[in-house]
């Protein structure tokens, strides 16, 4: 089990608490990796209604200040929970925006811009994150090609961290399930990027 550091308790207590400087702190170390968890997850149709750092920031924040009621059990667990919540609200903002059957002429073109590319470190060698936007841009246009089951395992094992025990948990496979369909969605992204750049996958 990881070592919980006292300190990172009380920094998600007092961010739960509405203090801004901790809810800035816990910001500042998850959001590259969040803000590419939710693009990839959601893809681009949410983006036509809010800016990314708008929509992932003011998720970010809800979440945290509402976090009183989270266990604590180390960064890993809390980085797990903070992720799926954020997920979750994401998707009511989506269903929110469908049921409004807003005017398509008044959405802004979707925004694509990737901002800090750190968050997908885990997804592309580091030959490609320094290349930065383009192949971020590139990524995320492959992603929305794929279906919902392929981003999901992808997201929640290279960005997330979860183990395939984890990941059957959540979608409600068995481990093996898990690593048979990693291995496949991973194939299917490489096809789509043309070539085998995502970072190559040992013990899938």
């Not at 924040?61 to 266990?71: C, I, K, P, S």
């Not at 180390?74 to 992720?83: P, R």
């Not at 990941?167 to 068995?174: E, V, W």
Request: glycine share 8%; proline share 5%; charged share 30%.
């Amino acid at each position: 089990m990881q070592p919980v550091d006292p300190a990172e308790v009380l920094l998600v207590q007092s961010a739960s608490r509405g203090d801004r400087v901790a809810i800035e702190a816990l910001l500042a170390r998850f959001l590259p990796e969040l803000r590419a968890f939710l693009r990839l997850r959601t893809g681009p149709r949410l983006l036509q209604q809010e800016t990314p750092d708008d929509l992932v920031q003011s998720v970010c924040r809800e979440v945290l200040e509402h976090a009183a009621g989270f266990d604590y059990r180390g960064e890993h667990a809390f980085k797990s929970w903070l992720f799926l919540t954020a997920l979750h609200k994401v998707r009511d903002k989506g269903r929110y925006y469908a049921a409004e059957k807003r005017d398509a002429a008044r959405q802004r073109p979707a925004q694509t811009d990737p901002g800090d590319c750190s968050g997908y470190a885990s997804l592309l060698s580091p030959s490609r994150v320094a290349i930065g936007r383009e192949e971020v841009e590139r990524l995320a246009a492959a992603f929305d090609q794929m279906p919902e089951e392929h981003r999901e395992v992808i997201t929640l094992h290279r960005i997330l961290g979860l183990d395939h025990e984890q990941i059957g948990r959540q979608t409600g496979r068995s481990a093996g399930a898990s690593r048979v369909l990693l291995h496949r969605a991973l194939a299917r992204l490489g096809r789509l990027l043309g070539q085998a750049e995502t970072k190559p996958e040992n013990g899938v």
